[in-house]
């Protein structure tokens, strides 16, 4: 038996106990991409139609590299967190929660590995 009030239990509790930490990594994933997406973009673009050779150097270069990588973590970070309040705000049978929570994380962690995996390969040598 517990004698503490209503107010007691749900003081600093957010439906979850943990949403405004999960509401400020989205802002803060969200601001960390808004200058990586403009550099990514700046190394990308020039590359467009161009032989894979001059796409390989550039990722050669360890800045472009370490952008890459940053915004594709980044990327993906965000999806995640986004995939996830979209599934426990608008899927309410238990199942379909978790199967689709699973899914989305794999789906992101997957994508994003294989991101990473490929600047890497062509940053240390393509």
């Given at each position: 038996m517990s004698y503490r009030t209503d107010r007691q239990r749900a003081f600093g509790l957010g439906a979850s106990g943990e949403g405004v930490h999960h509401w400020w990594q989205q802002r803060v994933s969200s601001i960390a991409l808004i200058p990586l997406v403009i550099l990514f973009s700046w190394t990308l673009v020039p590359l467009i139609g161009g032989p894979r050779d001059e796409i390989v150097a550039a990722?050669?270069?360890?800045?472009?590299?370490?952008?890459a990588v940053l915004c594709v973590m980044a990327v993906f970070w965000?999806?995640?967190q986004g995939l996830q309040?979209?599934?426990e705000d608008y899927?309410?049978?238990?199942?379909?929660?978790?199967?689709?929570?699973i899914i989305s994380e794999l789906f992101c962690?997957?994508?994003?590995v294989i991101g990473v995996f490929s600047v890497a390969r062509m940053a240390f040598g393509g």
């Open positions: 990722f050669g270069n360890p800045f472009n590299a370490l952008v965000h999806l995640k309040v979209v599934i899927v309410h049978h238990r199942l379909a929660l978790a199967a689709l929570s962690w997957l994508f994003g």
